[in-house]
């Protein structure tokens, strides 16, 4: 009797996980440009963006600011489509309970909490606070040019 043997190959894919600070977000779908290529490659599910309700709501509250409504108004763009489809992009996790960490701005510990709890490979900021601080818990904080190379996302 013969037997065969038969390989199964299994292709396991990492996709790295990010958490955006609200600025960044905010960038990234007012005005698109570097931030804006992270929004395209998640929704290429070449990466995977994290946010939470405190994220989403602080995120929420300014693109919803008169000088930003009027701005894309006049660009034919409505902010709660913009904020909608972000929130839709976005896996949603409950903030981590930390100790307080950027004493300087202690609302920036939010951005940190998502990390920790999404498990996030990167924290992508413009933020000095958490730039200055480098990683938190072993999770790097990156400029969205920084992730980009890091990546090897293409910046079109």
């Given at each position: 009797m013969r037997f065969k043997l038969r390989l199964t190959l299994i292709v396991l894919r990492f996709v790295v996980r990010l958490v955006l600070d609200s600025n960044t977000?905010?960038?990234?779908?007012?005005?698109?440009?570097?931030?804006?290529?992270?929004?395209?490659?998640?929704?290429?599910?070449?990466?995977?963006?994290?946010?939470s309700?405190?994220?989403?709501?602080?995120?929420?509250?300014?693109?919803?600011r008169d000088k930003f409504t009027k701005n894309l108004e006049l660009r034919g763009l409505n902010?709660?489509?913009?904020?909608a489809g972000y929130a839709s992009l976005v896996?949603?996790?409950e903030p981590a309970h930390i100790s307080p960490t950027i004493t300087r701005d202690p609302s920036d510990d939010a951005v940190l909490a998502c990390a920790?709890?999404?498990?996030?490979?990167?924290?992508?900021?413009?933020?000095a606070h958490l730039l200055d601080l480098k990683q938190f818990q072993s999770i790097p904080t990156l400029t969205a040019t920084q992730a980009l190379s890091t990546l090897g996302i293409a910046n079109s």
């Open positions: 977000a905010l960038s990234a779908l007012i005005w698109q440009g570097v931030p804006g290529q992270l929004i395209k490659a998640a929704r290429r599910g070449e990466i995977e963006l994290f946010s309700t405190p994220l989403l709501a602080e995120l929420y509250g300014v693109i919803t902010a709660q489509v913009l904020f896996h949603t996790v920790l709890a999404a498990r996030a490979d990167f924290i992508i900021s413009g933020d």
